[in-house]
């Protein structure tokens, strides 16, 4: 491998958007291949602050009166009337519903993710792509020359013309749910140079710097 391929696998086993059994090779290479072990661990602690990309989601400030309101203390002074032989019936009936809606419900779908790289193969973007929103997060700040944007774009498989999802920030973060089309897996994610405002044809105008391809995160 060349220096810059050891570091682009060494990103994406950190990510784990690799498959089991890269995977497994990986690991097994990094107890005999110093150089990759140093990358992984490098990308573990470079990618570490990108846990941030995920938004806390505190519950509606309201609930707990809202709870209060339902199981109140009127419930709680007839309690000694409740039928509890009856409640005892229809709580065993309710747990094993909930037992077997947990079984068969199917698993939530992984999230999508992808490391958009530069022309040399160096990793520049982090893109991760959950319930609809797709994320990106700059690995590696840099600048770009004056006058310039950088516009996001996405492309499905199948798709003739890529779909703009807007200019990227100076701050190389950026989160955004597209209303027209879905993130999915095998969408094609590329970032190119445009004039102020961005491009107003509807397609990239100027070069693309960075290209990536989304895939299910752990996919085996």
Known sequence: MTPGERDALAAEYVLGTLDARATAELRGAMETDAALADAVAGWEQRLAPLQLLATPEAPPPD?????????????????????????????????????????????????????????????????????????????????????????????????????????????????VTPQNIRPEPGMLIEISLEPPGGSTTGRPTGPILFIGRLSAAGNS
């Open 63 to 175: 609930l707990w009166a809202r709870l209060e309101r339902t199981l109140g203390g009127g419930a709680r002074r007839k309690a000694w009337r409740f039928p509890w032989p009856a409640f005892g019936l229809g709580a065993g009936a309710l747990a094993a519903g909930l037992a077997a809606f947990i079984v068969f419900r199917p698993p939530p779908a992984a999230p999508l993710m992808t490391v958009l790289l530069t022309s040399r193969d160096q990793p520049a973007y982090l893109v991760e792509a959950e319930r609809g929103t797709l994320r990106l997060a700059a690995l590696n700040p840099r600048g770009i020359e004056a006058g310039r944007v950088m516009q996001l774009w996405a492309l499905p498989q199948g798709a003739t013309a890529p779909t703009s999802l807007g200019l990227i920030p100076e701050s190389g973060r950026f989160s």
